[in-house]
């Protein structure tokens, strides 16, 4: 991994100074979902906030991933028939994107969608990144507007690419037997974990005896709660890489799925190069339905993104591309590639309906 320029120096540190800060005034001990929410989206230092570019398709581009948006217009453009599919049903002209990074989602959309979308709206907390979607959106400004948070009540048609998986989590250590939770204290040396016996559990019992490091996520499943209440009307699709409850806590995954991500590089170290890089944790998405059912919601399919594109279909919408959009496709739906890795769960308000990108391939019965 390439050296940090200065200014990504001066980030490091100033976050650091506000980490040290956070602890001290918590008595010593920050949570570790309250370090993440710091170093991902602390105004003008965090990740998500600060000034560095995010995505790209290549690190000679500075950035430090690529989403699908980026590999290929396809992936919108396929999107956008279950999108329109989910307008119709629900008799609403609106889309309202979470973390639309780059901005090139939601142009894809916009333009696949024509006049479907009456209004396009974004919530992100990023200043830096409402600048370039800005700017990435100026044939659509007409319709496009930017929020920071969802209203009381609303309706529309919801969509998050890699959302979910941004949202803090409490990291869990089983240690001899006893579980623990693990934060950040700070120290002469710097910032360094620590581990303090709590309560909180997995969702499902996770067996044998050996350690094991793991996640849990109440703040990505209070989201979906918040958006329940709030959804009179309308739909929503997340797409994220993740798992069952049963694969995610696995006995064998005892090393939880927490990583980061810079330079197309990923390392499993989030107290290093604070600001510089993303951190990320797989989508518990049995929580997330189970959240969003007993909230009201009806969950209208879960998948991998392969069957979801091939059902809304991709293979139809790839016919007459390149070579280079074919080999970006094959990204999307490869099994070791974007293909089974992540996937697609169909949330409505207002009653169950057959959405078409779940056509096939259903597994909502494995949640």
């Given at each position: 991994?390439?050296?940090?320029?200065?200014?990504?120096s001066?980030?490091?540190?100033?976050?650091?100074?506000?980490?040290?800060?956070?602890?001290?005034?918590?008595g010593?001990?920050?949570?570790?979902?309250?370090?993440?929410a710091?170093a991902?989206?602390?105004p003008g230092?965090?990740?998500y906030?600060?000034?560095?570019?995010?995505?790209g398709?290549?690190?000679?581009?500075?950035?430090?991933?690529?989403?699908?948006p980026?590999l290929?217009?396809?992936?919108?453009?396929?999107?956008a028939?279950?999108?329109?599919?989910?307008?119709?049903?629900?008799?609403t002209d609106?889309i309202?994107e979470?973390?639309?990074?780059?901005?090139?989602?939601?142009?894809q959309?916009l333009?696949a969608?024509?006049?479907a979308?009456?209004?396009?709206t974004?919530?992100?907390?990023?200043?830096?990144?409402?600048?370039?979607?800005?700017?990435?959106l100026?044939?659509h400004?007409?319709k496009?507007?930017?929020v920071?948070?969802?209203?009381?009540?609303f309706a529309?048609?919801?969509?998050g690419?890699?959302?979910?998986?941004?949202?803090?989590?409490?990291l869990?250590?089983?240690?001899?037997?006893?579980?623990?939770?693990?934060?950040?204290?700070?120290?002469?040396?710097?910032l360094?974990?620590?581990?303090r016996?709590t309560?909180?559990?997995p969702?499902?019992?996770v067996?044998?005896?050996?350690?094991?490091?793991?996640?849990?996520?109440?703040?990505?499943?209070a989201?979906?709660?918040?958006?329940?209440?709030?959804l009179?009307?309308?739909a929503a699709?997340?797409?994220?890489y993740?798992?069952?409850?049963?694969?995610?806590?696995?006995?064998?995954?005892?090393?939880?799925?927490l990583?980061?991500?810079?330079?197309?590089?990923a390392?499993p170290?989030?107290?290093?190069?604070l600001?510089?890089?993303?951190?990320?944790?797989?989508?518990?998405f049995?929580?997330?339905?189970?959240?969003a059912?007993?909230?009201?919601?009806?969950?209208?399919?879960?998948?991998?993104?392969?069957?979801?594109?091939?059902?809304?279909?991709?293979?139809?919408?790839?016919?007459?591309?390149?070579?280079?959009?074919q080999?970006?496709?094959?990204k999307?739906?490869?099994?070791h590639?974007m293909?089974?890795?992540?996937?697609?769960?169909?949330?409505?308000?207002?009653?169950?309906?057959d959405a078409?990108g779940?056509?096939?391939g259903?597994?909502?019965g494995?949640?």
């Amino acid at each position: 991994m390439s050296p940090m320029s200065d200014e990504a120096s001066s980030v490091t540190s100033a976050l650091a100074g506000l980490m040290t800060k956070a602890i001290a005034r918590d008595g010593g001990w920050l949570p570790f979902d309250r370090f993440m929410a710091l170093a991902l989206y602390a105004p003008g230092l965090g990740y998500y906030a600060n000034a560095s570019r995010k995505f790209g398709a290549l690190p000679s581009s500075g950035s430090d991933f690529v989403t699908a948006p980026e590999l290929t217009p396809l992936f919108g453009r396929t999107l956008a028939r279950q999108l329109g599919q989910a307008l119709e049903v629900s008799g609403t002209d609106e889309i309202w994107e979470f973390g639309a990074g780059s901005g090139a989602l939601a142009r894809q959309l916009l333009e696949a969608l024509g006049p479907a979308v009456a209004r396009y709206t974004i919530v992100d907390l990023s200043g830096s990144l409402r600048e370039r979607q800005q700017e990435r959106l100026k044939a659509h400004a007409g319709k496009v507007r930017w929020v920071s948070e969802l209203p009381q009540r609303f309706a529309g048609v919801v969509v998050g690419n890699e959302v979910l998986d941004a949202m803090p989590v409490k990291l869990l250590h089983r240690i001899g037997g006893v579980w623990h939770e693990r934060g950040v204290a700070a120290g002469s040396d710097g910032l360094r974990f620590e581990d303090r016996p709590t309560a909180l559990r997995p969702p499902v019992e996770v067996e044998g005896a050996h350690d094991y490091l793991t996640e849990i996520h109440p703040q990505a499943q209070a989201f979906i709660r918040t958006l329940a209440d709030r959804l009179e009307k309308g739909a929503a699709f997340f797409l994220d890489y993740g798992f069952p409850e049963r694969e995610y806590w696995h006995p064998q995954r005892h090393m939880g799925t927490l990583m980061c991500h810079r330079g197309h590089l990923a390392d499993p170290d989030p107290l290093d190069a604070l600001g510089t890089k993303d951190i990320t944790a797989h989508v518990d998405f049995t929580g997330i339905a189970l959240a969003a059912q007993d909230a009201g919601l009806a969950v209208l399919g879960y998948t991998s993104q392969a069957h979801f594109l091939f059902n809304c279909g991709l293979l139809e919408l790839a016919a007459g591309a390149d070579r280079a959009q074919q080999a970006a496709m094959q990204k999307l739906v490869n099994e070791h590639e974007m293909g089974e890795l992540f996937k697609v769960v169909g949330l409505a308000a207002g009653g169950f309906w057959d959405a078409m990108g779940f056509a096939r391939g259903d597994r909502t019965g494995r949640l």
